[in-house]
């Protein structure tokens, strides 16, 4: 159960991330986390179009993580003495 509700908070609050194509090119910045249903604005400076998108990336690792845990914890827990 812990596992099911942290995977359900993670994709609730997901990691962002802030695109910039510039000139230059494309620079992509990581930001913290904020609510999916109120994800951060979009921007722009310097000519420059700033988006932000979820960081799907992140958002997997955290998954695997808690994955993982948690059956690594089903394992442990259920060993008998």
């Known amino acids: ?9 993670v994709g ?3 990691p962002w991330e802030r695109r910039a194509r510039m000139e230059s090119g494309l ?11 109120r994800p951060p604005e979009p921007f722009s400076i310097d000519s420059a179009i700033v988006t932000h998108n979820v960081a799907f990336g992140r958002l997997f ?3 695997t993580i808690i994955i993982l845990g948690t059956g690594a914890a089903v394992v442990v827990l259920r060993r008998e003495p």
Not at 27 to 37: L, R, S
């Open 12 to 14: 609730l609050f997901p």
């Open 1 to 9: 159960m812990v596992g099911l509700a942290l995977t359900c908070v």
């Open 27 to 37: 620079v992509v910045i990581q930001e913290g986390h904020a609510p999916i249903f």
């Open 61 to 63: 690792i955290y998954w």
